[in-house]
């Protein structure tokens, strides 16, 4: 099973967006946070900017969106050039319609799960996404710790894509660091955000290797 790093652009130098995306070359998506201060309370970026980081980046864009009124905002970012657009279950009125438009745009769908919101209404809609993003943390800030009581819906899910044969990448978001990586890979992770723990390193591109090396140990095993 491969394994995917996706640094998250949160914690990069904002007035230094363009020089951070290159430092990450080396991961697989570059993960970007579009929060609205009411889903969440934190605001960061929109369409216009997500429209110029696309031009710029040297990796594939994974938008996670953090933002009320979901299936109305959605699809203005598979147009404005992200790869993989995430929408959360709890923003979204019609997920599955939402997630069709989408693909029909040419991007991955992704749903994501708050800490505290149940994955068994997904289990058997699993070949509509093409990604579930289980929060780990609750949304709307970096360097949180990871809520270890997620563990067990990682492992429930894990499940539910084995039996599925869908193939649908399972993503980890929050509080994800050398010290956790190993025991989220375990229970079922293939995809991992990594913020502060990316850009907090002294050697980005090391981090990300170090981190990928982790998360593909238990997997091999
Ligand atoms: C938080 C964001 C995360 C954040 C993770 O709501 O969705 O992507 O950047 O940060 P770390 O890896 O520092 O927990
Ligand atoms: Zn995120």
């Not at 980046?57 to 992200?82: F, K, N, Q, T």
């Not at 708050?114 to 970096?142: H, I, K, Q, W, Y």
Request: net charge negative.
């Amino acid at each position: 099973m491969a394994v995917r790093i996706h640094p998250s652009i949160l914690s990069a130098d904002f007035a230094n967006l363009e020089r951070d995306l290159g430092a990450i070359a080396t991961a697989d998506y570059a993960h970007v946070d579009v929060m609205d201060q009411h889903f969440v309370p934190n605001l960061t970026l929109g369409l216009p900017v997500v429209r110029r980081l696309a031009q710029v980046s040297p990796v594939p864009m994974d938008v996670h969106l953090m933002i009320e009124d979901a299936d109305r905002w959605a699809p203005e970012y598979a147009a404005a050039g992200a790869s993989s657009v995430t929408f959360h279950a709890e923003a979204a009125q019609a997920p599955v319609r939402l997630a069709r438009e989408l693909r029909e745009r040419g991007v991955r769908a992704g749903i994501a799960l708050r800490p505290a919101s149940p994955v068994e209404p997904l289990l058997d809609l699993l070949a509509e996404f093409d990604m579930v993003l289980v929060m780990t943390v609750e949304p709307g800030f970096g360097g949180q710790s990871f809520i270890e009581g997620t563990l067990p819906k990682l492992r429930r899910l894990r499940q539910a894509v084995r039996e599925s044969g869908t193939g649908t990448w399972i993503q980890v978001d929050g509080g994800v660091s050398r010290d956790t990586i190993g025991r989220i890979a375990r229970a079922g992770a293939d995809t991992f955000v990594a913020g502060s723990a990316v850009y907090g390193a002294a050697d980005v591109a090391a981090e990300i290797a170090a981190l990928r090396e982790l998360a593909e140990a238990p997997i091999q095993a």
